[in-house]
């Protein structure tokens, strides 16, 4: 905490802090960078939402960008507050969106409709009610590393499977940004003492929050590309202002 700036959320109680001075610029936002931060994942989300409702794409995509939305708010309250209520705010939100990927990725040859969506819910809300109850510190982490890395596979084939050398430009944009946002989060947290004793902090978990922003929205649209192939819609990869990707579809009339 800075000299002569006081919290006004009280003690720190949320169990993991991260390495950025707390309460710096504001007594109202413990870490500010790591707080401002997802900003850029709330305006991508936005971003994806208009055009997944703008163009029809199924609800699924909608609810996604939402979920990216709500996991970026909750995120920035956890780090402006580092309270505990506000962390599993954060976290809970985590494992509903890897299960919403999951739903996403699987749905499609899953031949009993109403068993994936009823399972992955039921599972959700069990693991919020236990997140509420007990503190899974380390436990967290491996839960939510597992439930990523049953995203591999499936995302692997769609990438075989696809053709287009513009989609798949954005699946290798999505791991390059996984890769170098993890590299960040492992920086932060395992060489933070070394990081303090340097003249600029490079703020490792707040560039994991803007690398996170832009891998989920790579991941959303390389996913809306493969949906929309499986539709028959035509899609193509064109780009807002010759920078950000987004899918545009051609619906048959029918349709």
């Given at each position: 905490?800075?000299?002569?700036?006081?919290?006004?959320?009280?003690?720190?109680?949320?169990?993991?802090?991260?390495?950025?001075?707390?309460?710096?610029?504001?007594?109202?936002?413990?870490?500010?960078?790591?707080?401002?931060?997802?900003?850029p994942c709330i305006l991508l989300a936005l971003i994806g939402l208009v055009n997944s409702?703008?163009?029809?794409?199924?609800?699924?995509?909608?609810?996604?960008?939402?979920?990216?939305?709500?996991?970026?708010?909750?995120?920035?309250?956890?780090?402006?507050?580092?309270?505990?209520?506000?962390?599993?705010?954060?976290?809970?939100?985590?494992?509903?969106?890897?299960?919403?990927?999951?739903?996403?990725?699987?749905?499609?040859?899953?031949?009993?409709?109403?068993?994936?969506?009823?399972?992955?819910?039921?599972?959700?809300?069990?693991?919020?009610?236990?997140?509420?109850?007990?503190?899974?510190?380390?436990?967290?982490?491996?839960?939510?590393?597992?439930?990523?890395?049953?995203?591999?596979?499936?995302?692997?084939?769609?990438?075989?499977?696809?053709?287009?050398?513009?989609?798949?430009?954005?699946?290798?944009?999505?791991?390059?940004?996984?890769l170098l946002g993890s590299l960040c989060w492992?920086?932060?947290?395992?060489?933070?003492?070394?990081?303090?004793?340097?003249?600029?902090?490079?703020?490792?978990?707040?560039?994991?929050?803007?690398?996170?922003?832009?891998?989920?929205?790579?991941?959303?649209?390389?996913?809306?590309?493969?949906?929309?192939?499986?539709?028959?819609?035509?899609?193509?990869?064109?780009?807002?202002?010759?920078?950000?990707?987004?899918?545009?579809?051609?619906?048959?009339?029918?349709?």
């Amino acid at each position: 905490m800075a000299d002569g700036i006081s919290s006004f959320w009280g003690p720190v109680t949320s169990s993991t802090e991260w390495c950025e001075n707390n309460y710096v610029y504001s007594s109202y936002i413990a870490e500010f960078y790591n707080t401002i931060s997802n900003i850029p994942c709330i305006l991508l989300a936005l971003i994806g939402l208009v055009n997944s409702l703008r163009q029809g794409f199924e609800k699924r995509f909608s609810v996604l960008h939402v979920s990216n939305m709500a996991l970026a708010i909750g995120s920035m309250l956890y780090h402006a507050t580092l309270q505990h209520v506000q962390q599993q705010g954060d976290e809970t939100p985590m494992v509903w969106e890897m299960l919403l990927y999951i739903y996403i990725l699987y749905s499609p040859d899953w031949h009993y409709r109403s068993t994936m969506p009823t399972f992955l819910f039921l599972y959700g809300a069990v693991f919020a009610i236990a997140h509420s109850q007990f503190r899974f510190v380390l436990g967290f982490k491996v839960h939510y590393v597992i439930l990523c890395l049953l995203c591999i596979p499936r995302m692997y084939k769609y990438y075989i499977y696809t053709n287009d050398y513009r989609a798949k430009r954005l699946a290798k944009f999505y791991v390059a940004t996984l890769l170098l946002g993890s590299l960040c989060w492992l920086g932060d947290r395992v060489f933070c003492k070394e990081k303090s004793a340097w003249p600029i902090n490079l703020q490792g978990h707040a560039m994991w929050h803007v690398l996170m922003g832009f891998n989920s929205y790579f991941a959303n649209t390389f996913l809306m590309f493969c949906r929309a192939e499986q539709r028959g819609w035509a899609p193509k990869v064109q780009h807002f202002m010759g920078f950000l990707p987004y899918v545009r579809i051609e619906k048959p009339k029918t349709q």
